[in-house]
């Protein structure tokens, strides 16, 4: 048995005495057993405090609670009945909104009327009271609005049919005569706005906006005109009277409501629980917990949590509803044994699946825990439950970030993970051409033929390895030292077609990669105009796309040819913005150009745009395009590469070759973590030295 | 006596200090580097239009073909290969992919700058992360999971499944410089529609959104041109050439001998630059901005 507080308090602290005297005394018990030191006297009080208990349905307050609740029961029948009785004393033609609200008035006088007796006795029997209080002052306000602007209304509505037996006819000829005068105004207005403009006084854009300006008047002239045909006129006041009312009564009642939760927070409650059990025993099944705290709709909410757990989660982890696999235990025995059509590979991404489902449903179970235990802690410390209003509002609030973000949740874990944690089981796995449509676990031997460079993916793994770090360092620093340069000397002030030079010079990252490295690929082919021209001038047949050298001193160059446009507009955009005083200064100080360059220039814009540099390099270090569809990785060298890669390969294009055309999936894949971790590792250096991250700025 | 010293040598008007004979030769070799660079860039693309139109060019393109303008590589392109319908599916997929990318960031990028939630930071860093595991590592996987998921669901063709990568891939780095562009926006602006009665999803519709709209605007061109751009991703999931993108469907015009015809590339590859282009020209400043605001700066 817990202990009882002698106070009951609300969510900001405020202290209440407590109305129920029975756990009143065993408060103040407690509250001694607690100062007392002297081990008798403690057990003498516990002693004390059991008989008290046992003696609960003897306690002179206790009864008389029990007696409130007999008559409360009783009551509410009689009104049931009273209301029904009520219900057919009213008018019959009462509109049903406004009988509702009436028999609701109705009702809560009665409880007004009964509660006020008791509200020293018990808070619920206060909170009801006022409530009920509440209720009785505005429901009458709101009532009357929605009768007043309904009468409205058919006044209006009657008024109409009066008005559309007649004939405004000379009305509506005064509007048809004044919108023609309208418009010829607008036509003379138009005429002149263009013949200011053709004089050069105003511009082409205040023409346009002129013009918008003038055929906005006349639409708003003639609309209001319109308005002085009666019918018109009364028409759009229905119109607006059935807006009004419609806003007004959601209005008021959101008041009350709101003025309903205020008394909510102000009256405390009490309870002879001192443990949160539900939050415990309903655990397994979420909505259960929240009915028995009484909150119906989050109860409703949760229970759709529920039913996703216990008809999909956890189903489908134990394969049924499977498209093949088995749920979670596919992912040990990989389909091992089954028929042939079962691929290993399904039954792996299912069991990832199967995986997912359990945690989100796990999560689900966690949320739901934590609110029902919440709401019977501070329900226990005195905070009454907030109410489907409330929950509402807090949902529209604090809820609005996650609702939002679900969809981006629900692709990046179904279209990124899923498949990431997919490929890293592959790796794990024996998954090549003899092992197609079954393969099984093999730990980390992938891994270890990688590291050892051995078998026949394994072999050439280092010799792709350092091309293709060769090739990230000097592609990526040509690009970037041409588009340094280049924009450099763009930027020189003495340099005259500033704007011939910067159109060009973006025109290699504009034209898309695809086509340009094809069309180099064309071009240093046997016939190609690169090939043809080379032969002129060395005199001797120079094969590019055969030699291992030239292939890459190609690819280098044209990668370089590529990058160069993306750096020089970078450097282009920092140099334009690099204050023209620091030069003045400089020129003060007697500095040459070349020193103004080198001390100025250079630092200022390499400390801007490294960080995206470093992109360059994690970018040219997975490009697979340039390798690809210049030479298909070629040229082909089977002693030193075998017959799974070329000699410009690059790891990336190694794994396409390997995944895709050979069907070694699994070293592919171990290939793919090696380098992802790789990027991964370089990326969170750059993140650590982010200023946002240093400053803890998120 | 002024005036014949005007004619004699021009006066010097600028203000900037007279080149010294160093400084005269350091420009000539400014000006001489600057426009090897452009016939360096330019020469390229000029054979490429060359090709296109010259009607001498047989399926290979060879350099000493002599000139005679026609368009049948362009007539060719539109009427033996699926040009067109490769244009369509590349529209079709970069404007998916646009839109969904826009629709899901736009919320991701408000909730993040505007919202203390629990589990923010965390999953910003989970964000970060995973910004860096690059589109391919999943490609065992893409193949397989559409094949499961188009079992269930029949409709859903590899095309489908395509503009879910290219969205998924782009949604970390994408609410990122979105979230960076609103967290410019003063939050007072917030603070007094709420004043007046707007909800959280009114603040976004009617405050954000159009304040972002540059940056929106950013983020939807570079979904739209991810999918032109990009090779690997087409080839490996899109196997019918009725289904391919551009850059998947003219990689056969030069890479398959069946099919091969390199004039008619070039003038495929033409037709396809020649807007890319003139939008990167147009919009260059804007597209830099979005790019160098992709990086972390938190």
């Known amino acids: 048995m817990g202990k009882y507080g002698l106070f009951l308090e609300d969510n900001i602290g405020n202290k209440y005495e407590r109305k129920n005297l029975y756990l009143r005394e065993l408060a103040l018990i407690d509250e001694r057993i607690k100062i007392e030191k002297s081990s008798k006297e403690i057990s003498k009080l516990k002693a004390s405090r059991t008989e008290f208990i046992k003696n609960k349905s003897k306690n002179e307050y206790m009864l008389s609670l029990n007696e409130l609740k007999d008559k409360e029961k009783k009551f509410l029948n009689e009104l049931k009945k009273k209301k029904q009785e009520f219900s057919t004393t009213l008018d ?284 019977e802690r501070s329900t226990i410390r005195g905070i009454r439950h907030s109410n489907w209003f409330e929950t509402k509002r807090a949902l529209k609030q604090e809820g609005f970030p996650y609702m939002v973000s679900l969809p981006a949740l629900l692709i990046i874990i179904f279209i990124v993970l899923v498949p990431v944690i997919t490929t890293f089981l592959l790796s794990l796995t024996n998954m090549n051409p003899q092992n197609q449509s079954k393969f099984s676990w093999i730990g980390i031997q992938n891994y270890q033929l990688i590291a050892t460079g051995q078998g026949l993916a394994g072999s050439v793994f280092w010799l792709i390895f350092i091309w293709t770090v060769l090739w990230t360092l000097l592609a990526t620093s040509l690009a970037i030292l041409i588009g340094f340069i280049l924009a450099l000397l763009v930027n020189n002030e003495r340099i005259k077609g500033k704007k011939f030079f910067r159109t060009i010079y973006i025109l290699p990252w504009a034209v898309p990669a695809f086509i340009t490295i094809m069309f180099f690929s064309i071009m240093v082919a046997p016939g190609g105009s690169i090939t043809v021209i080379l032969e002129k001038l060395i005199g001797s047949r120079v094969e590019i796309k055969n030699t291992t050298l030239y292939t890459r001193s190609a690819l280098i160059l044209l990668q370089g040819w590529l990058g160069s446009a993306y750096v020089f507009l970078l450097t282009t955009g920092v140099l334009q913005a690099i204050p023209g005083d620091l030069y003045e200064a400089a020129d003060i100080d007697g500095a040459s150009s070349f020193d103004k360059t080198m001390k100025i220039t250079i630092p200022l814009v390499l400390f801007q745009i490294a960080p995206l540099l470093v992109t360059q390099y994690t970018f040219n270090f997975n490009n697979f395009s340039v390798i690809f569809l210049f030479n298909q990785g070629g040229p082909f060298n089977p002693q030193r590469y075998g017959n799974l890669a070329g000699s410009s390969d690059l790891l990336i294009s190694y794994i396409y070759k390997l995944a895709m055309v050979n069907q070694y999936q699994a070293i592919a894949a171990a290939i793919t973590i090696f380098i992802s971790l790789g990027l991964m590792f370089f990326a969170f250096l750059g993140f650590r030295n982010s200023k946002g991250f240093k400053e803890g700025r998120l | 006596m002024i005036k014949k010293k005007s004619k004699k040598e021009k006066l010097y008007l600028s203000d900037r200090p007279p080149l010294s004979l160093p400084g005269k030769i350091g420009l000539g070799f400014s000006y001489l580097v600057l426009f090897s660079w452009v016939v360096a860039i330019v020469w390229p693309l000029y054979q490429m239009v060359v090709s296109a139109f010259n009607g001498r060019q047989e399926q290979r393109i060879m350099a000493n073909t002599n000139f005679e303008f026609s368009t049948k590589h362009f007539e060719y392109l539109f009427t033996e290969t699926l040009y067109l319908q490769w244009v369509k599916n590349t529209i079709f997929i970069a404007g998916a992919t646009a839109i969904l990318t826009l629709i899901v960031v736009s919320f991701t990028g408000y909730a993040y700058s505007r919202y203390r939630f629990a589990g923010r930071k965390a999953s910003l860093m989970a964000i970060m992360l995973i910004q860096t595991i690059p589109t391919f590592a999943g490609i065992t996987a893409y193949f397989t999971m559409h094949s499961i998921v188009s079992a269930v669901i029949p409709e859903f063709t590899r095309q489908m499944m395509l503009i879910l990568i290219y969205t998924g891939g782009g949604i970390a780095s994408n609410t990122f410089i979105l979230k960076g562009y609103i967290d410019s926006v003063s939050t007072e602006l917030d603070d007094a529609a709420k004043i007046d009665g707007c909800s959280n999803f009114d603040v976004y519709r009617l405050i954000i959104m159009p304040i972002a709209r540059p940056m929106l605007t950013i983020i939807a061109l570079w979904s739209f041109i991810g999918p032109f751009m990009d090779y690997l991703m087409a080839r490996v999931l899109l196997t019918n050439p009725s289904s391919y993108t551009l850059a998947a469907g003219l990689f056969t015009l030069i890479s398959d001998f069946r099919t091969l015809n390199q004039p008619a590339f070039a003038a495929g590859g033409l037709l396809t630059a020649i807007p890319i282009v003139a939008l990167f020209i147009v919009l260059q400043r804007q597209l830099v901005s979005g790019l160098t605001s992709g990086s972390v700066k938190g």
Not at chain 1, 239 to 255: A, C
């Open chain 1, 92 to 375: 019959k033609e009462m509109e049903s909104k406004v009988k509702r609200l009436t028999i609701q008035l109705y009702e809560n006088r009665q409880k007004e009327d009964f509660y006020k007796g008791y509200i020293n006795l018990d808070y619920r029997a206060e909170y009801n009271y006022l409530k009920a209080k509440e209720k009785s002052y505005q429901l009458p306000k709101i009532i009357e609005y929605i009768v007043n602007s309904q009468n409205e209304i058919k006044e209006a509505l009657e008024l109409q049919s009066k008005l559309e037996k007649e004939d405004f006819a000379s009305k509506k000829a005064e509007v048809e005569s004044f919108k023609k005068e309208q418009k010829d105004k607008l036509d003379k207005e138009i005429t002149r706005i263009k013949a200011r403009q053709k004089e050069g006084v105003i511009s082409k854009k205040a023409e346009i906006n002129s013009i918008a300006a003038a055929k906005r008047g006349y639409k708003n002239d003639v609309a209001l005109k319109k308005y002085e045909i009666p019918t018109n006129a009364n028409k759009e006041i229905v119109k607006s009277k059935k807006h009004e009312l419609r806003m007004g009564i959601k209005r008021n009642l959101k008041i009350l409501n709101g003025d309903i939760a205020d008394i909510r927070r102000r009256i405390p409650v009490e309870v002879e629980k001192t443990k949160p059990i539900f939050s415990f025993l309903t655990f397994p099944i979420p909505g259960i917990g929240q009915a028995l705290n009484k909150q119906y709709g989050k109860a409703l909410i949760f229970l759709v949590a529920s039913l996703f757990i216990y008809l999909v989660a956890i189903p489908y982890a134990l394969g049924y509803g499977n498209y093949q696999g088995e749920g979670i235990a596919g992912l040990i025995n990989l389909a091992e044994g089954g028929p042939r059509i079962y691929k290993s590979l399904i039954f792996m991404i299912e069991g990832v699946v199967a995986i997912f489902f359990v945690i989100i449903g796990a999560m689900l179970l966690i949320v739901s825990f934590k609110d029902v235990y919440s709401v």
